[in-house]
T-cell receptor
Framework: GAGVSQSPSNKVTEKGKDVELRCDPI?????LYWYRQSLGQGLEFLIY????????KSGLPSDRFSAERTGGSVSTLTIQRTQQEDSAVYLC?????????????FGPGTRLTVL | KQEVTQIPAALSVPEGENLVLNCSFT??????LQWFRQDPGKGLTSLLL?????REQTSGRLNASLDKSSGRSTLYIAASQPGDSATYLC??????????????FGKGTKLTVNP
């Protein structure tokens, strides 16, 4: 596709359930990022993938959060035993190789609501 | 710790007015600075990217400046239109503790342009 796509666009779940959020980056982009946008908190970095290197997980808020990137393309963010404070919009971004001088392109996000 | 601040938090102007949005950051060790636009319920659209070695970038009615030494950027919008109504986010790219890079965002300025 032409841009970063994410699915689902909206997800409502019950507290304690596990959820999986998917990101399809722009074809050929080697770097992939996950961010979270919470009400009143702004956008915060969660995790970064670059090619086949080990991901930078320094932004994950707890061990209930994990992410994978298969085949250097699609990424899945998994939240286990969801809590109400996990409610937020989860945004994925990708960029071309060449380092941080290149801009990141964002997907439309997944709005997660934990009841 | 890098902090990004945007002032004002909200701005309402009549159509046709020129306006300036402000962004400040506490650590000048950045790779670049990006201005984004976010419409309600949507993802982020990149407007302008200024590398740390640059002073300004222009696209159409938008002009962004960067003064890295003082930790400031401005986004100038000329001849504002109702379609410019959105939240404008400023973000800087910097190195994480894990050795990768991430965007650090301000909380945004919500702009309303009244017809």
């Amino acid at each position: 596709g032409a841009g970063v796509s994410q699915s689902p666009s909206n997800k409502v779940t019950e507290k304690g359930k596990d959820v999986e959020l998917r990101c399809d980056p722009i074809s050929g982009h080697t770097a992939l990022y996950w961010y979270r946008q919470s009400l009143g908190q702004g956008l915060e970095f969660l995790i970064y993938f670059q090619g086949n290197s080990a991901p930078d997980k320094s932004g994950l808020p707890s061990d209930r959060f994990s992410a994978e990137r298969t085949g250097g393309s699609v990424s899945t963010l998994t939240i286990q035993r969801t809590q109400q404070e996990d409610s937020a919009v989860y945004l994925c971004a990708s960029r071309v190789a060449g380092g941080p001088y290149n801009e990141q392109f964002f997907g439309p996000g997944t709005r997660l609501t934990v009841l | 710790k890098q902090e990004v601040t945007q002032i004002p938090a909200a701005l309402s102007v009549p159509e046709g007015e020129n306006l300036v949005l402000n962004c400040s950051f506490t650590d000048s060790a950045i790779y670049n600075l990006q201005w984004f636009r976010q419409d309600p319920g949507k993802g982020l659209t990149s407007l302008l990217l200024i590398q740390s070695s640059q002073r300004e970038q222009t696209s159409g009615r938008l002009n962004a400046s960067l003064d890295k030494s003082s930790g400031r950027s401005t986004l100038y919008i000329a001849a504002s239109q109702p379609g410019d109504s959105a939240t404008y986010l400023c973000a800087v790219t910097l190195i994480t503790q894990g050795g990768s890079e991430k965007l650090v965002f301000g909380k945004g300025t919500k702009l309303t342009v009244n017809p």
